[in-house]
């Protein structure tokens, strides 16, 4: 069965450093584990990219900050976070994630349940 296959029972294990990749053109999405109830997944942001205010209805979003200096967005609230920090969207609250800092900034975002698979 496919990595994160709801029906496969396995532990699954894994390193976020292994997906960890950056691109000066555009924010690097990785997906580490989903499952039909939750998916992981890593944001890559150079100096400048950001993530521009969004919501996901039905779904819960938080951010955890690896590396870097992250500039979060959650309702109308906006606090500069560091690393072992993170920030909670529950579902349909605006969110944003930008990276102002002079490093690379590296986020673990967990949603749940996870959205729809794009067609």
Known sequence: ???????????????????????KAAIVKAALANTDRLAVGLLCLEHGQAQELHAHEGADKLYFVVEGTAHVTVG???EDMGP????????????????????????????????????
Do not use: C, W, Y
């Not at 069965?1 to 691109?23: H, L, N, Y």
């Not at 994630?97 to 673990?108: C, H, K, P, Q």
């Open 76 to 78: 109308k609230a906006s």
């Open 84 to 119: 072992g920090t993170f920030a909670l969207a529950q579902a349909g609250e605006p969110h944003a994630i930008a990276n102002r800092g002079r490093d690379r900034l590296t986020v673990l975002s967990v949603v749940a349940p996870p959205p729809p698979a794009k067609k």
């Open 1 to 23: 069965m496919p990595f994160g296959d709801p029906r496969d029972v396995t532990p699954m294990f894994g390193s976020i450093f292994a997906a960890q990749k950056f691109d």
